[in-house]
């Protein structure tokens, strides 16, 4: 496992992340003081894929210099807001989501079939001999 470059891979994913959630939140707050801009980023977001933050905030820019200058304000203000929680969260969310799974995966190992009785159908059928109990000496 290299570390280094699952936390840099983690890093850009979040960074994208946040990326994403600046424009929606740009969206909303558009809405209200400009529809039609917001209608225009909302159009423009469909058509440029946010999964890549920083090949969406290039093409911004050169469609809209001050939307994405809003776009790295907003996102910027988001990482401030919620770095410093992160890293508990995450550790907790992935312990409690670990233990369910083991939970879960015990109990379907550890469940017992339960046994199965012949059902009276099974019984009766032709090719069945009858029980000791009701078998009669008939003379051939």
Do not use: F
Not at 19 to 27: D, F, G, L, S
Not at 34 to 60: F, H, I, K, T
């Amino acid at each position: 496992m290299y570390p280094k470059k699952v936390a840099n891979d983690t890093a850009k994913v979040l960074q994208s992340y946040l990326t994403y959630q600046a424009v929606r939140t740009i969206i909303e707050q558009l809405s209200e003081t400009n529809p039609s801009l917001a209608l225009w980023l909302s159009e423009y977001s469909s058509r440029n894929r946010v999964q890549d933050g920083e090949a969406y905030l290039q093409g911004l820019m050169q469609e809209n210099k001050e939307l994405m200058l809003r776009v790295l304000t907003v996102r910027a203000h988001l990482a401030e807001s919620i770095l410093e929680l992160l890293p508990s969260m995450v550790m907790a969310q992935i312990e409690q989501s670990n233990t369910d799974h083991r939970r879960q995966l015990l109990e379907r190992l550890t469940r017992t079939a339960e046994p199965t009785s012949p059902s009276p159908s099974s019984t009766s059928g032709e090719d069945s001999a009858p029980p000791e109990s009701e078998r009669r000496d008939v003379p051939d």
